[in-house]
Nanobody
Framework: QLQLVESGGGLVQPGGSLRLSCLAS????????IGWFRQVPGKGREGVSC????????HYADSVKDRFIISKDRTKNTAYLQMDSLKPEDTAIYYC?????????????????WGQGTQVTVSS
């Protein structure tokens, strides 16, 4: 079974950048689509970005489009979420998830393996 471990979260000022990492073990990411999700208190978990098994197809939520970039590094078996121009509303716990299928609409139900989450706080 695929295991996922997120890292790279922390405190950053508005306009700053962070790169989240999702290290996979128990399988190669070439065979998994990857999704990044986030959740804040009082709201449901939402899809941020997804990438296909091949890495050719990507999806971004409108709120992060042109600011975030999702990628996969096959040599490190790691997926990344590069986050630039961060805003206070980006503050959330960010989760990495994986599926051997198609990621569909980048929704929670498309994924079956999850990491533990990493906190991102954007504040001045």
């Amino acid at each position: 079974q695929l295991q996922l471990v997120e890292s790279g979260g922390g405190l950053v000022q508005p306009g700053g950048s962070l790169r989240l990492s999702c290290l996979a073990s128990g399988g190669t990411l070439d065979y998994y689509a990857i999704g990044w999700f986030r959740q804040v208190p009082g709201k449901g978990r939402e899809g941020v970005s997804c990438i296909s098994r091949s890495g050719v197809t990507t999806h971004y939520a409108d709120s992060v489009k042109d600011r975030f970039i999702i990628s996969k590094d096959r040599t490190k078996n790691t997926a990344y979420l590069q986050m630039d121009s961060l805003k206070p509303e980006d503050t959330a716990i960010y989760y990495c998830a994986a599926t051997k299928g198609w990621f569909g609409s980048c929704g929670l139900g498309d994924f079956d393996s999850w990491g533990q989450g990493t906190q991102v706080t954007v504040s001045s």
